[in-house]
Every structure is written in C-alpha cells, then in structure tokens.
C-alpha cells in the first residue's frame, strides 16, 4: 500500500509541475533530430525523484532524463518517465502524462500514471493506478478492458518511435494492415496513456516497437489488471525490458499477435535486436 501512496505522491508532484508550465513557452532542446525534450521533463523529473528518495532512500531509480539512481543492489526498481508525450506538450497538443512504475525484482508491483487531457487553458488531470493483485482504478473507481471480440469492431492505438529504423517501417505496414482490418488506428502519442487507454476499455488493444521501460512500466501493469493480455509482439512473455509491446483484450490480443508476430520474426531475420534492452540483476 505504501508502494502505490509514494507512486501516487510522486506523479502527482510531477504533474503539478507540468501543470505549473503548460502554458508558459517551453525552452526544447534536442537529443536526436526529432527527438526532443524541454525544461519541464528535467524539472518534472526532479519532482518526483525526490519524492521517491524521501520516502525510500534505498531503492533504486530509472528516470529516463537522468538514469540511474540510488541503490542498484535494491530489490526496488522505480521507472520514471517524467513527462510521456514530449511532443504533443511540446505542440500543447493534448495527450501526455506522468508514468511513475515500481518494480520488485524486475516485476511491476505498483503503477500511476497522471494523464493530461483537455487543451491550453483547461487541462484535466486523470490519475491511473494499479497494484499487482489489486486491480486497476481511474481515480477511485474500478477500471477494466473493453469485451469487443470482433476485430472488425475494434478500435487500435499504436505509436511510433524517434528512430526511423527498420521497425518504424515495418510498423507503418502494420499500421496499414490494421486500418484495413479493423474500426481504426489512432497514434496519439505517448505510450503511457495508450496502455491506460486499454485499461479504460477505450481502446480494444495497443502495439508499439522499441520503447524503453519507462514508457511502459507503470501502464502495462495498470493495463494487465485491468485485464488487458500483455505480451511481446511475437506473442511472448513481456518485460519491462522487452523491445515490443502488445496489450490488448482477451477477445482480440489472438487476432492481432497474428500478425504482428509475422512482422517480428521479419526484422529478427534482418537482423534487428529484439534482446531485452537491460537485464536486471
Ligand atoms: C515517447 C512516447 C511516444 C512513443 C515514443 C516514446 P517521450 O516518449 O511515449 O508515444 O511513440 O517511442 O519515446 O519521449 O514522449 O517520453
Ligand atoms: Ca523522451
Ligand atoms: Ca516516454
Ligand atoms: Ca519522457
């Protein structure tokens, strides 16, 4: 319990940063071509770390700004993505959040993610959170995935990476092949909120290549206690530190893992490395 308390107090004090800086001008600075970041992910990232540090200075943290942090001989791994959907908060498009994951073990246990909704003057904030064995919730009520079964009826979200590598690619014909296969894709970037989105039931399941634990630690959990099925791509065992995600309802995970599974074992016949991104100790 006191896990999910500290989890909740630290994305909240990440949000109240971004709150505080939404519609002020960002200062950007760049990582790669298009990849970005601005003041309030570092700031943001601050918030919560020290949150995380009072509470359990022991443990150990990965924050995707600054790496790695604290005891790494802990049993406690906390994955922080400060600010998911730099982009859009970049644009103030609406669509990102705060992901605040804890891992035992390698294993999540606890999971909150802040999502910033609305627009420029009138942002809402929506909290997910999740323990292991306890369900998922949006604020105090009870979340689950959605029933639909029927591929034709579904409503996919995926989303694309900074990289434009051969899984970028690969996945444009994904996204191709499942714009023509079911209701619609949406890209709304960032993968955080995607997964919660699944265990909203807003969406009926979500694939994306080449995150990094901080995109998904907090929300696959959420989006598994929501009793959404998640796996790899090719339809394996997920970690956190798996290179592809697919999370998606019972009814149509079958459907999908078809054929993205098809386009994995592909790239992995290129050459493309799908090892997991770090092995925890
Ligand atoms: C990104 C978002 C986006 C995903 C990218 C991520 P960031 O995270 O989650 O949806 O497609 O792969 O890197 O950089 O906005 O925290
Ligand atoms: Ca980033
Ligand atoms: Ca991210
Ligand atoms: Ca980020």
Not at 5 to 20: F, L, N
Not at 158 to 165: K, N, S, V
Not at 265 to 281: C, I, N, R, Y
Request: aromatic share 8%; proline share 3%.
């Amino acid at each position: 319990m006191e896990l999910l308390e500290v989890a909740k107090r630290a994305a909240a004090a990440g949000a109240a940063v971004i709150s505080e800086n939404v519609d002020k001008p960002r200062s950007i600075e760049y990582k790669g071509t298009i990849d970005l970041v601005t003041n309030t992910d570092k700031a943001s990232e601050e918030a919560v770390l020290k949150v995380i540090t009072d509470a359990f200075p022991n443990h150990a943290i990965l924050g995707e700004e600054g790496g790695v942090f604290g005891d790494t001989s802990s049993d406690y791994l906390w994955v922080v993505d400060p600010l998911d959907g730099t982009t859009n908060f970049a644009h103030s498009y609406p669509c990102f959040a705060v992901s605040v994951g804890v891992l035992r073990g390698g294993v999540p246990v606890a999971g909150v993610v802040v999502e910033f909704a609305g627009g420029r003057g009138s942002w809402v904030q929506r909290t997910y959170s999740a323990t292991r064995g306890g369900g998922a919730h949006l604020g105090g009520t009870r979340i689950s995935a959605s029933a639909c079964s029927d591929l034709q009826r579904a409503l996919l979200v995926t989303g694309f990476g900074y990289e434009h590598d051969e899984a970028w690619a690969a996945n444009l014909e994904l996204f191709k092949h499942f714009t023509d296969v079911t209701q619609g894709v949406r890209r709304l970037g960032a993968a955080a909120v995607d997964l919660c989105h699944v265990a909203l039931g807003i969406v009926d399941g979500y694939w994306e290549y080449r995150l990094k634990p901080w995109d998904l630690a907090a929300g696959v959990l959420i989006a598994e206690e929501a009793g959404a099925l998640v796996t790899t791509m090719d339809g394996e065992p997920f970690s956190v530190f798996s290179r592809s995600v697919l999370a998606a309802n019972e009814g149509v995970h079958g459907a999908i893992v078809a054929r993205t599974r098809a386009a994995t074992t592909a790239l992995a016949a290129e050459g493309m490395d799908f090892s997991p991104w770090f092995v925890p100790q």
